[in-house]
């Protein structure tokens, strides 16, 4: 987890927090709550994963560090059982706090809070340079090769095993065809290129599964 922390302290840095042990303590505190028992996919695998496409692609950002603060909160609060955008309004509450005790700037705690709100339902104005690396970073295991893309499933899965099968298949396929009804995955040109049209395989593969539809229409 060094590296982890690392990354954390520098971002927070780079965000205007105060050098202090402080940061270093938020830092181990969030990495508790990304290391959960009930957590299958929204480990910290998860947030590696985000944190790794925000830093491939920094370039497009307007604010990377602010983003990879955000990638830090946005499930930090995870609870499978919450209803709605509870996780993500939790979430962007949590990161609210904890920043401003950490001396960030204020504009930017504010703007930490509005990208981890985004991730509750990834629909990013076009030209939110940052929302838009964020909410690709964060649904970037949709584009994963399919035997990944079964394992994050399968995860999810484990996240709802609280849910009985025919209601989890229920609702995962709201979800799923919520996602298929947005413009696009993924908004960033660069990474639709590569990443959109697998995405959409994947999900209508798995929604397939689920529904018994047959799974490459187009």
């Known amino acids: 987890m060094v590296d982890l922390l690392d990354r954390w302290r520098a971002a927070a840095r780079g965000a205007g927090a105060r050098p202090d042990p402080g940061t270093t303590r938020v830092g181990e505190q969030l990495i508790v ?21 925000v830093d491939q692609h920094a370039d497009l950002a307007t604010r990377a560090d602010a983003i990879r603060l955000a990638a830090w909160f946005h499930d930090a609060v995870y609870d499978p059982r919450a209803a709605g ?17 950490l001396g960030v700037p204020a ?14 339902g990834h629909a990013v104005a076009p030209g939110d340079r940052d929302g838009v ?13 399919p035997a990944r893309y079964e394992r994050y499933a399968a995860a999810i899965r484990r996240e709802y095993a609280h849910v009985p ?26 990474l ?5 049209e697998p995405a959409r395989d994947n999900v209508r593969r798995e929604l397939a599964t689920l529904t018994g539809a047959p799974g490459n229409a187009r």
């Open 85 to 101: 955008d509870a996780n993500e309004r939790d979430s962007a509450a949590l990161a609210e706090n904890m920043l401003t005790g």
């Open 165 to 190: 099968e025919p209601a989890f298949r229920v609702g995962r396929a709201a979800v799923l065809t919520g996602l298929l009804s947005l413009p696009a995955l993924f908004r960033s040109p660069r």
């Open 133 to 145: 690396l964020l909410c690709d970073a964060d649904l970037s295991v949709l584009a994963a090769p």
């Open 192 to 196: 639709a290129s590569r990443w959109e």
């Open 33 to 53: 709550r990304w290391r959960e028992p009930h957590r299958h996919y929204h480990t910290l695998a998860h947030l590696t994963a985000v944190l790794d496409v």
């Open 107 to 120: 504009p930017t705690v504010s703007e930490v809070r509005r990208l981890v709100l985004l991730t509750a």
